[in-house]
C-alpha cells in the first residue's frame, strides 16, 4: 500500500513569513501532485510534477519532487491571507488510476 | 465552461438507510472518480469510472458502489449506512483520468448519519 505522510499537519504563522510543507513516501511515484482546499469547496489542483529532481514555480509557491521521486516539498515565500487552506500532496503510479492522498497541511496565515 | 457539479450538497440520514450521490463531470471529460474525505483519514479513493467502466476500486467495503452513464455522469451508492460513513464524499473529473491527468473536484456532498 502506497502511503503518503505530510508534515506539519498544523502550521500558523504571520503575513509575510516564509515555510516548508513536507509530502514523504517510501514508495516511487510517477508524478505528485498538490492540491489546496477551502473550506466548503473541493480541492483545487495547483501543479504537477512528473521528472526526479524537478522544481516549479507559481508566483510566489515553489513545488520540489525529490531526485528518487519519493518525497516533495512546497514552500512559499511571504505568505498572505489568501495562502490559508489546507495543502493537500497526492501521488499516481503507472497505469494506477487512482491518486493516493496525504492528509494534508492546515496553513494558517493571520493578518 | 462548467465545473464538476455534485448534488446533494448536504444529506443527514440515519443508520441502516442508504443514499445515492450524483455527479456531473465537466463536459468532455470522461473519468470520474469519487473520494471519501473524514478529518481523521484524509481524502481515501473509492473508485474511477472511465466510459462506463470500474477501471479501479479501492479498499472500502461492498456497501459502497457506483455506476456511470453514456453521458459520463456518474452516481455512487451507499447502503446500510454506518455512523462512519459521515463524512465529505468528493467527486473529481478528467479527460483521461489516470497519474498524469488534471482532476478538477466538485465541492462535495456533506453526509452525516445518525
Known amino acids: 500500500t502506497q502511503l503518503l505522510e505530510q508534515s506539519p499537519q498544523f502550521l500558523s504563522i504571520q503575513e509575510g513569513e516564509n515555510l516548508t510543507v513536507y509530502c514523504n513516501s517510501s514508495?516511487?511515484?510517477?508524478?505528485l501532485q498538490w492540491y489546496r482546499q477551502e473550506p466548503g469547496e473541493g480541492p483545487v489542483l495547483l501543479v504537477t510534477v512528473v521528472t526526479g529532481g524537478e522544481v516549479k514555480k507559481l508566483k510566489r509557491l515553489t513545488f520540489q519532487f525529490g531526485d528518487a521521486r519519493k518525497d516533495s516539498s512546497l514552500h512559499i515565500t511571504a505568505a498572505q491571507p489568501g495562502d490559508t487552506g489546507l495543502y493537500l500532496c497526492?501521488?499516481?503510479?503507472?497505469?494506477?488510476?487512482?491518486?493516493?492522498f496525504g492528509k494534508g497541511t492546515l496553513l494558517t496565515v493571520n493578518p | 465552461k462548467a465545473g464538476v457539479t455534485q448534488t446533494p450538497r448536504y444529506l443527514i440520514k440515519t443508520r441502516g438507510q442508504q443514499v445515492t450521490l450524483s455527479c456531473s463531470p465537466i463536459?468532455?471529460?470522461?473519468?470520474v472518480s469519487w473520494y471519501q474525505q473524514t478529518p481523521g483519514q484524509g481524502l481515501q479513493f473509492l473508485f474511477e469510472?472511465?466510459?462506463?467502466?470500474?477501471?479501479n476500486k479501492g479498499n472500502f467495503p461492498g456497501r459502497f458502489s457506483g455506476r456511470q452513464f453514456s453521458n459520463s455522469r456518474s452516481e455512487m451508492n451507499v447502503s446500510t449506512l454506518e455512523l462512519g460513513d459521515s463524512a465529505l464524499y468528493l467527486c473529481?473529473?478528467?479527460?483521461?483520468?489516470?497519474?498524469?491527468?488534471?482532476?478538477?473536484f466538485g465541492p462535495g456532498t456533506r453526509l452525516t448519519v445518525l
Open positions: 463536459s468532455g471529460h470522461r473519468s
Open positions: 514508495s516511487v511515484f510517477s508524478s
Open positions: 497526492a501521488g499516481g503510479g503507472g497505469s494506477n488510476y487512482k491518486l493516493t
Open positions: 473529481a473529473s478528467s479527460r483521461e483520468g489516470g497519474a498524469f491527468n488534471e482532476q478538477f
Open positions: 469510472y472511465f466510459s462506463e467502466t470500474q477501471r
